[in-house]
C-alpha cells in the first residue's frame, strides 16, 4: 500500500492496511493491545476508552502539519483548516464545559497546570494543595515535581474522616497567603465545594484553580457540580474521562476576561500566552482534531446517561466491596472512583495490584493517608468504574466484579502472595465471559 492512496475518503482504512502489510511485527503488538483491551476488565480510574471515530482523528493526515500560535496568528503557513479545526474544538470545549474560554492546546493536564502555575505565580510564590498522599496531584505542589521545587508549596491534607477540611484549608490559606489554591484530586472520591474554597481564595486574595482531569465527564455529564464558574481557571486532561485523546484543556468561566487577584492582562490572554509561547511550542494538530470529536460525543445526550452510570456504578461497586469486608476510604464515594485500604486486611497495594492483573483486572496501588513519609508503600487500591461503564456494564455487573475481586485478594498464598494457578485460571474465564458479554462500543472484530 503506498501513500498514493491518500486521495481515498476512507484514509485511516488505508493506513491501517499499509500498516498491516509494511511492519507486521508493530501492527501484531497493536493488534494485541486491542484484544486485551476487548478481554482485560479495566476497573481503573485514570482512564477511558476513546471512540473509533476519536482514534481516527489521531490518525489523520493533519498530524503531518506544524503549528505553533492560535487560529489566524500562525507562525507557519498551510494553517487554514487547522485553524478551522482548533476553532471548531475550542467552540466545542465552551459548550460541553458552559466555559467563556477555553485552550485546547496543552499536551495534558500537567501541561495545563504548569502553563497556568508559571503564568499565576512567580517562582518562590506560594501554592497550596491538596497533599500527594491525601490524594492530591504532583503537579499540585509536590516535592517530586517542578511546581515544588519553584515553588513554596504548602499542602492541606484530609481531616481524620478522610474528607476535606475546609477549616484546614482556610487556616493555611490565611497563614501562608498563598498566590494560587488548587481544588482538585487524583484519589480522593467525594466532590469537591468549589464556593467554599471560592470564599477561602477571596479572602485570602488568591486564584483558585480547580483541576477536574478525573473527573471531568461527571462534571461535564451534570453529576458532579461544575467550578467553571467559581474558579478562577479550570483544568482537565481529555482522555481520563472524557473518551478523548491523551491531551489537556485549560477552561474560563464568566471570569475570563478579568485579571484575578494579582491583575495584570486579562486571564484569556494570560492563559493563551502561558500556553504558547511560554511553555509549549508546535501544538499536536491531530490531537486537536481528536478532542474535538471526543468533546461533541460529550455534548450528546448519551453522554450524561454514561455520566450517570459511572457514579452509580462506583456506588455500587464500593458498597458491594464494603459488604464483603473491605475498608472503603470515606466509606463510600460520589465520583467513579472507590479507594479501598488493602493494608487494614495485611495487604500490600502492590501485590494487590499484581494479582488482580495475572486474572485480567486492572486497579491501581495507590498511596493512601497512612502511607505518608513512606517513600514507595501503597497500601491502598484505586478502582474506577469509567470503561466498566462504557461498556454498559450497571450494578448486577459491579456487584459480580467485586465478588471476583474479593476472591483474588483473600486467596493469595505466601511466599510472594501469589494466586494459585487453579483460581487465576478461573476467575480469567469469568472475566472473559463478562468482557463478552459487554464488548467495548465499537472495538469489535
Ligand atoms: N494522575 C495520574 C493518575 O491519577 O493515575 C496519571 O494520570
Known amino acids: 500500500m503506498s501513500i498514493t492512496a491518500v486521495g481515498s475518503t476512507s484514509f485511516t482504512a488505508l493506513a491501517a492496511e499499509a500498516l498491516a502489510d509494511e511492519d507486521p511485527e508493530l501492527n501484531a503488538l497493536l493488534d494485541a493491545e486491542l484484544a486485551g483491551q476487548r478481554d482485560t476488565l479495566a476497573m481503573v480510574a485514570y482512564a477511558s476508552l476513546a471512540a473509533p471515530s476519536v482514534l481516527a482523528c489521531g490518525a489523520s493526515a493533519l498530524a503531518n502539519l506544524t503549528a505553533e500560535?492560535?487560529?489566524?496568528?500562525?507562525?507557519?503557513?498551510?494553517?487554514?483548516?487547522?485553524?478551522?479545526?482548533?476553532?471548531?474544538?475550542?467552540?466545542?470545549?465552551?459548550?460541553?464545559?458552559?466555559?467563556?474560554?477555553?485552550n485546547v492546546q496543552p499536551h495534558s493536564c500537567s501541561s495545563a497546570n504548569l502553563a497556568v502555575l508559571f503564568s499565576l505565580l512567580d517562582p518562590g510564590d506560594t501554592l497550596l494543595g491538596l497533599d500527594l498522599d491525601s490524594g492530591g496531584h504532583l503537579t499540585h505542589g509536590s516535592p517530586a515535581s517542578v511546581t515544588g521545587r519553584y515553588f513554596n508549596a504548602v499542602a492541606y491534607g484530609l481531616g481524620p474522616d478522610g474528607l476535606i477540611d475546609h477549616d484546614q484549608v482556610r487556616d493555611l490559606a490565611l497563614r501562608h497567603r498563598p498566590k494560587v489554591i488548587v481544588a482538585g484530586a487524583s484519589a480522593y472520591p467525594r466532590a469537591f465545594d468549589y464556593p467554599a474554597f471560592r470564599a477561602i481564595a477571596d479572602e485570602a486574595g488568591a486564584y483558585l484553580l480547580a483541576d477536574i482531569s478525573h473527573i471531568?465527564?461527571?462534571?461535564?455529564?451534570?453529576?458532579?457540580?461544575?467550578?467553571?464558574?467559581?474558579?478562577?481557571?479550570?483544568?482537565?486532561?481529555?482522555?481520563?474521562?472524557?473518551?478523548?485523546?491523551?491531551?489537556?484543556?485549560i477552561l474560563s468561566g464568566a471570569e475570563h476576561l478579568s485579571s484575578g487577584p494579582s491583575g495584570g492582562l486579562p486571564l484569556a490572554r494570560r492563559l493563551d500566552r502561558a500556553v504558547f509561547p511560554a511553555s509549549?511550542?508546535?501544538?499536536?494538530?491531530?490531537?486537536?482534531?481528536?478532542?474535538?470529536?471526543?468533546?461533541?460525543?460529550?455534548?450528546?445526550?448519551?453522554?450524561?446517561?454514561?455520566?450517570?452510570?459511572?457514579?452509580?456504578?462506583?456506588?455500587?461497586?464500593?458498597?458491594?466491596l464494603a459488604g464483603l469486608g473491605w475498608r472503603v476510604l470515606t466509606g463510600g464515594t460520589e465520583t467513579h472512583m472507590v479507594l479501598l485500604d488493602t493494608a487494614a486486611r495485611g495487604l500490600p497495594g502492590g501485590a494487590a495490584e499484581r494479582a488482580l492483573e495475572s486474572a485480567g483486572i486492572l486497579a491501581n496501588r495507590n498511596r493512601i493517608p497512612r502511607d505518608a513519609g513512606h517513600p514507595g508503600r501503597t497500601s491502598g487500591l484505586r478502582f474506577g468504574t469509567n470503561v466498566l461503564a462504557q461498556r454498559g456494564m450497571g450494578p448486577a455487573e459491579m456487584r459480580h466484579c467485586a465478588v471476583l475481586a474479593d476472591r483474588v485478594l483473600n486467596s493469595l498464598e505466601a511466599p510472594g502472595l501469589v494466586l494459585p494457578a487453579g483460581l487465576r485460571r478461573s476467575v480469567r474465564h469469568e472475566v472473559a465471559a463478562l468482557c463478552t458479554r459487554f464488548p467495548v462500543p465499537g472495538y469489535s472484530a
Not at 83 to 101: C, I, N, P
Not at 219 to 231: F, K, T
Not at 294 to 301: E, M
Open 280 to 320: 509549549q511550542g508546535t501544538l499536536h494538530p491531530a490531537g486537536i482534531a481528536a478532542k474535538a470529536r471526543a468533546l461533541a460525543l460529550v455534548a450528546a445526550p448519551e453522554f450524561r446517561e454514561l455520566a450517570a452510570r459511572i457514579a452509580l456504578d462506583a456506588r455500587e461497586l464500593a458498597a458491594a
Open 216 to 249: 471531568a465527564g461527571l462534571v461535564a455529564g451534570g453529576v458532579l457540580p461544575s467550578p467553571i464558574d467559581h474558579a478562577h481557571v479550570t483544568t482537565t486532561s481529555t482522555y481520563k474521562q472524557l473518551g478523548g485523546p491523551r491531551g489537556g484543556l
Open 69 to 102: 500560535g492560535y487560529p489566524g496568528q500562525r507562525y507557519h503557513p498551510g494553517c487554514e483548516r487547522l485553524d478551522a479545526v482548533e476553532e471548531l474544538a475550542v467552540s466545542r470545549a465552551k459548550a460541553a464545559f458552559g466555559a467563556r474560554y477555553a
